[in-house]
């Protein structure tokens, strides 16, 4: 289960564990409950997350995709390591703003 909070138009998720095909029904679910609500900025806290496979970056860019429509933004904070050099690798980087300190 993420942590889920809302600050105005802005809405913060924490998957708080790795975003991989095996667990990532819940969060894909949770992901499209809050696109749904086309919030102006989501901010998506990769705090405590070590990996994200393409399937968990598929599910970021649909995100994307659909908030962009409403001319919503997706910030990719505390991404670290391994998971910062995919995003950067895979040039992410260009849609999202992500947020390293």
């Known amino acids: 289960m993420s942590i889920i909070k809302k600050e105005g138009d ?3 998720i924490n998957p708080g564990q790795d ?3 095996p667990v990532i029904k819940d969060f894909q679910r ?4 809050i696109v749904a609500e086309k919030p102006a900025e989501l901010v998506i806290d990769l705090e405590g997350v070590g990996l994200v496979d393409s399937t968990g970056l598929g599910l970021f860019i649909a995100a994307y995709n ?3 429509q409403h001319q919503g933004t997706i910030t990719i904070i505390n991404a ?3 998971v910062l050099d995919v995003l950067l690798m895979t ?3 260009r849609i999202f703003n992500i947020v390293t300190d």
């Open 10 to 12: 802005k809405v913060f």
């Open 19 to 21: 975003v991989v095909t």
């Open 30 to 33: 949770e992901l499209q409950e």
């Open 66 to 68: 659909s908030l962009k």
């Open 80 to 82: 670290r390591g391994n």
């Open 91 to 93: 040039h992410l980087n």
